[in-house]
C-alpha cells in the first residue's frame, strides 16, 4: 500500500477515526466516536483489507503541492502539442522521434515532482492521460523501430509507475489476479480465442461476402441499403464484436454508396450505431461485455435475460431516432464527382486501368464485380499509424497477401472455409449458452474453441493460420493489459473512490444505473471504450455501501445496496457500448471507421459524430436505463 495516502482522495466526512467498516457519512460501519473520519485503505479499494485510520497527507505546503500540478498540466499539454503539431510532418520518423523525447521529458519531469512532492494521484492521472493520447494519436514506428501507440504506451507508463515506487509487484499482481468476483485476466486469456475466431471468419471472406449480397440486394433502394445496413450490423453484432462489424462494413459500404452517388456518412452510421447499440443484448457483443458480466455472476442466459430486453428496446428507439435525424440525408444525391471516385476506386480494385471501367456496367453490377474481385479488409493487426510494418494489413488496404486472397470469396460466392469459421463461431456461442448445463465459463470456452480452431485449421492449411496470426491485433493484448494496472493504480491511489462520489446521493436505488450509464458514455469519449469501463468499474467497486461487508451490516436495507450496485454495473455495459457513437474517440471500431473512411476519400470527424449521435444516444440510453430499473429483474 502507498504510504500517506492523500487525505482528501481516501477520505468521506464523519464516520467514526478508527472504526471498522466502511466509515464515512453514508456508510454503514460501526465507529468509535473520534472527530476523524474513517479511512479506506488502498488494499480496501482493491477488494480486501480493514479500515485504517487516516494517515494524513504529505507534508508539503500548498505552493509545493501547486507546483507539482503546474509541472504535470505543462508537461501534459507539451506532449499533446507535439503530437498534434507533428501531425502534418512527412517523416514518420521525425514525429516518432519528437514524440518518444517529449514522453521521456514527461516522465522524467513527473518522476522529479513526484520525488519533491509525492502526489501519487496526480502521477497517475498524468501517465494515464499520456496512454490515452498515444492510443487516440499514435507514432508508427518503421524498419523495426516499434512506434508508440496502444500496444507500448501504456506498458511503458505502468513500467514508470513501478519503477517510482507507486506501484508494487503486489499491486500489478492484483491489478490481473483480481479478487474472486473478478478475475481481470480472463478477459486477456478470452481475448486468445475470440481474436482468433473472428479474424479467421473474417480473413475467410465470409462476412465479406455476406455484407457484399445484402448491400447489393438493397442497394436499389437508399432507405432499402439504409435499413439493410442497420439491421445486418445488429445482427452480426450479437455473435461477434461490433468493432469486427464495423471494419468489414466500412469499405464496401463506402464503395456503395460511392457508385450511386449517395452521401457516405449517413449509411456509415446507421451500421456504426446499429452495431454498437445492439451489441448490448449478448455477453458476446463486445468483450467489456464478458468482464462486468463475470462481476455480476452473469452466466450467458442470465445475461441474455436481464439485458435483452433493455437492450431491444433501446435498438428500436435508436432505429426510430435515426429515421428522424436522417430524413432529409439519405435520400439526396452526392456530389456527380464523388460516384466519379467510386468507379475510379473500382477500377484500381479490379485490376483495370484508371480510366478502363465498363461504363456499360450498371452501378450494381459494377459494384457486385468489384467486391467480388476485392479480398476481403483486413482485421488491423497494425494500421497505417500502428507500427509502421508495412507488411501487416493496415485497416483495410486494398492490396492482400496471397494468403489472404486464398481465403476470400473472389467469384462472389461463400467458400467451405468461410462456412466452417462461421459454424464454430457459433457453436462457441451455443456452448456458451449452455454454460449451466456444462458450467464452463464463457472466457474458458472460447479460449478452447480458439486453441482448436487453430489445431484444425493448421491440419488443413497452414498458410490460413499463418494470415490469420499475420492480422490479428497483437497490440490488443497488451493495451488490454497495460490498462487493467492503470485502472488498478486509479484505484490504489484514490482517483477512483474520489470520482465516486457521484454514485453516493443513489447509491440506495436501482436508479443509479442513469448516473452510472451517462457517466460510462461520457469516459469513452474521453479514454476509449475499454479504459473508461474500467475506471468506472473501479469507481464502483470503490463506493462504500457497496462494500460486501457493508452489504451485510446494512440488515434489510442490504438488499437495495446490492440492487443498486447491480443496476450501475448494467449500466456501465451501456455505457461503454453507447459511448462509441458520440465520437470516433470513443472506440476502437470508431477509430477503425475514421480510418478506413479517409483511406477512400471519405472524411469523417468527432463533430460530425458527435452531431448525430447526441440526438440519437441520449434518449436511446435513457430508455435503456428506465427498462432496466422499470422491467428487467437486476
Not at 163 to 186: K, N
Not at 206 to 216: D, E, N
Not at 304 to 309: D, L, T
Not at 378 to 407: I, K, M, N, T
Amino acid at each position: 500500500d502507498y504510504p500517506n495516502p492523500p487525505k482528501s482522495f481516501f477520505q468521506y466526512g464523519g464516520g467514526g477515526g478508527g472504526g471498522k467498516g466502511g466509515g464515512g457519512k453514508s456508510g454503514g460501519g460501526k465507529g468509535g466516536g473520534g472527530k476523524g473520519a474513517g479511512l479506506v485503505a488502498p488494499s480496501q479499494l482493491s477488494g480486501g483489507g480493514d479500515v485504517l485510520p487516516d494517515a494524513g497527507p504529505p507534508d508539503a505546503g500548498l505552493p509545493a503541492l501547486l507546483l507539482h500540478a503546474a509541472v504535470s498540466l505543462v508537461s501534459c499539454c507539451a506532449l499533446l502539442v507535439v503530437l498534434l503539431g507533428g501531425a502534418a510532418t512527412d517523416d514518420p520518423m521525425a514525429r516518432l522521434r519528437r514524440g518518444l523525447m517529449t514522453l521521456v521529458a514527461v516522465l522524467a519531469l513527473e518522476g522529479i515532482a513526484h520525488l519533491a512532492v509525492p502526489q501519487p494521484h496526480i502521477s497517475v492521472a498524468v501517465v494515464v492521460a499520456a496512454s490515452v493520447v498515444l492510443t487516440i494519436n499514435p507514432l508508427p514506428g518503421r524498419d523495426g523501430v516499434p512506434g508508440l501507440h496502444m500496444g507500448t504506451a501504456p506498458l511503458l507508463c505502468v513500467g514508470w509507475l513501478w519503477a517510482v515506487g507507486i506501484l508494487s509487484l503486489a499491486d500489478l499482481e492484483r491489478s490481473l489476479y483480481g479478487t474472486p468476483s473478478l478475475r481481470p485476466y480472463h478477459l486477456v486469456v478470452m481475448f486468445l480465442g475470440s481474436v482468433y475466431l473472428c479474424t479467421a471468419l473474417e480473413r475467410s471472406g465470409f462476412l465479406h461476402t455476406a455484407a457484399t449480397r445484402v448491400v447489393s440486394h438493397f442497394g436499389r433502394s437508399p432507405w432499402g441499403l439504409f435499413w439493410a445496413l442497420g439491421c445486418f450490423s445488429a445482427c452480426l453484432t450479437v455473435l461477434i464484436p461490433d468493432d469486427i462489424v464495423t471494419m468489414t462494413l466500412t469499405p464496401i459500404t463506402i464503395r456503395m454508396c460511392q457508385l450511386l452517388a449517395l452521401p457516405e456518412v449517413p449509411f456509415l452510421f446507421s451500421q456504426f450505431f446499429a452495431g454498437n447499440i445492439w451489441a448490448v443484448t449478448l455477453v458476446t457483443g463486445n468483450p467489456t461485455n464478458v468482464l462486468l458480466a463475470e462481476d455480476l455472476g452473469d452466466t450467458f442466459v442470465s445475461f441474455a435475460a436481464r439485458m435483452g430486453v433493455p437492450g431491444v428496446a433501446a435498438g428500436l428507439v435508436s432505429f426510430a431516432l435515426m429515421y428522424i435525424t436522417n430524413r432529409t440525408k439519405v435520400d439526396v444525391r452526392a456530389d456527380p464527382t464523388g460516384r466519379e471516385a467510386g468507379l475510379e476506386l473500382a477500377a484500381l480494385d479490379a485490376g483495370d486501368g484508371p480510366g478502363e471501367a465498363a461504363p456499360s456496367h450498371s452501378a450494381l453490377g459494377r459494384f457486385e464485380s468489384v467486391a467480388a474481385a476485392s479480398a476481403p479488409s483486413s482485421l488491423a493487426g497494425q494500421d497505417s499509424e500502428g507500427d509502421g510494418d508495412g507488411e501487416r494489413s493496415s485497416l483495410g488496404s486494398r492490396h492482400h497477401s496471397p494468403e489472404g486472397e486464398r481465403g476470400s470469396a473472389r467469384d462472389g460466392t461463400f467458400t467451405r472455409t468461410g462456412v466452417f469459421c462461421l459454424v464454430r463461431v457459433l457453436t462457441a456461442t451455443l456452448i456458451c449458452a449452455l454454460e449451466s448445463v456444462h458450467g464452463l465459463p464463457v472466457y474458458l470456452v472460447v479460449l478452447i474453441m480458439g486453441a482448436c480452431s487453430i489445431v484444425v485449421d493448421g491440419l488443413i492449411d497452414a498458410a490460413f493460420v499463418a494470415d490469420t496470426l499475420r492480422h490479428m491485433p497483437w497490440e490488443l493484448f497488451s493495451f488490454v493489459t497495460g490498462f487493467l494496472v492503470l485502472a488498478e493504480a486509479m484505484s490504489v491511489t484514490g482517483i477512483s473512490l474520489a470520482l465516486a462520489s457521484v454514485f453516493l446521493p443513489l447509491a440506495h436505488t436501482k436508479s443509479v444505473a442513469y448516473v452510472s450509464g451517462f457517466v460510462t458514455m461520457l469516459f469513452c469519449n474521453l479514454f476509449e471504450t475499454l479504459p473508461a469501463t474500467l475506471i468506472v468499474f473501479k469507481m464502483i467497486d470503490s463506493v462504500p455501501q457497496w462494500k460486501p461487508a457493508a452489504i451485510a451490516a446494512a440488515g434489510v436495507h442490504g438488499a437495495g445496496f446490492r440492487a443498486a450496485r447491480r443496476a450501475a454495473l448494467s449500466a456501465v455495459i451501456f455505457g461503454s457500448n453507447f459511448g462509441a457513437n458520440t465520437a470516433c474517440i470513443g472506440s476502437l471500431g470508431g477509430l477503425m471507421m475514421r480510418r478506413l473512411a479517409a483511406m477512400q476519400g471519405v472524411v469523417v470527424t468527432n463533430g460530425m459524430l458527435l452531431r448525430q449521435g447526441i440526438p440519437v444516444m441520449i434518449p436511446t440510453m435513457f430508455v435503456a436505463c428506465w427498462v432496466l430499473v422499470n422491467w428487467s429483474e437486476v
